[in-house]
């Protein structure tokens, strides 16, 4: 039996990014305080908490004082670093780049909206493809002052006006494929005003989806590997099983079903973009223990 971990999984280079400045701030330190999880990873957040990282919430950090907290990749609204200087609280951002300039293309096509509109034009309505209620897409909706409209899915073209001049972006993590659909159905339902559509979705994201689906083709078995809050890892989950349907998504080892593997030559171990490489290599350790028991 042969067990290989996909080269092509693992934390993308804007979660490396924000481990490195924590672990580099927690060796000055010891202590450092992070809006939200790292990652969305429960093994790779306790590893951190260990060190002397803290998870806290908006609410708490609005109690907080001459401290300093790390903002993840994912960013965040304007309304937070407005609440760490009214509180002497000194940020390390960590905003992935791919997030921060998404932030700031659609801040500049509301704040162009609302001059057009004391021109006595109309505010174009913009969109966001993406998980409502999640870390990235509500720091995107603050850069619109709450005002943009999240869709999930095609069922969320039903809420949009249509007859509204639109600019649809999407949350840099989303499938090109689900994108592109919402595209098309605008386009067929949409019979006035102006549809303009932006392709923001992360391509180190995007381009492992198909590397990852030729991956799972190519071994008997594969185990996915994501902590259950990861969107991104459902939606990689889910095209890893459409073309081997072999495919079992684990949290972490314990979750491992020895059936799972029984009789199987080919064993692959995939991850999402915030599965940490020591995790899959404890779940292919535990499999080649399961298969010499």
Known sequence: ????????????????????????????????????????????VERLRA?????????????????????????????????????????????????????????????????????GGKKP??????????AEVNGLVGQTNGEAVVIQDMDGIDSLDLSRDILLYSQTTKSLEGFRQVVEEIKRRKSTGKFEYFDTICRQVANRMEKMREFARNHEVVVFVSGAKSSNGKVLYEKCREVNPRTYLISD???????????????????????PLWLMERVADKIKSIHEA
């Open 1 to 44: 039996m042969s067990v290989e971990i996909d080269v092509n999984s693992g934390f993308c280079f804007g979660v490396v990014t924000a481990i490195t400045k924590a672990e580099e701030e927690l060796g000055k330190s010891g202590q450092l305080y992070c809006l939200g999880d790292i990652v969305h990873n429960a093994g790779e």
């Open 51 to 119: 060190k002397g990282l803290k998870t806290i919430t908006h609410d708490e950090l609005a109690r907080l004082h001459d401290v300093k907290v790390l903002l993840r990749a994912h960013g965040e609204p304007p309304q937070t670093y407005s609440t760490a200087e009214t509180n002497n609280v000194k940020i390390i951002d960590a905003t992935c780049p791919v997030v921060l300039q998404l932030q700031r293309r659609i801040k500049k096509a509301y704040t162009e909206g609302l001059e057009a509109e004391k021109s």
């Open 125 to 134: 309505l913009i969109v966001i493809y993406g998980k409502n209620g999640h």
């Open 253 to 275: 080892e314990t979750e491992l079903d020895p059936a799972w593997i029984e009789g199987a030559e080919t064993i692959g171990i995939c991850g999402a973009t915030s599965t």
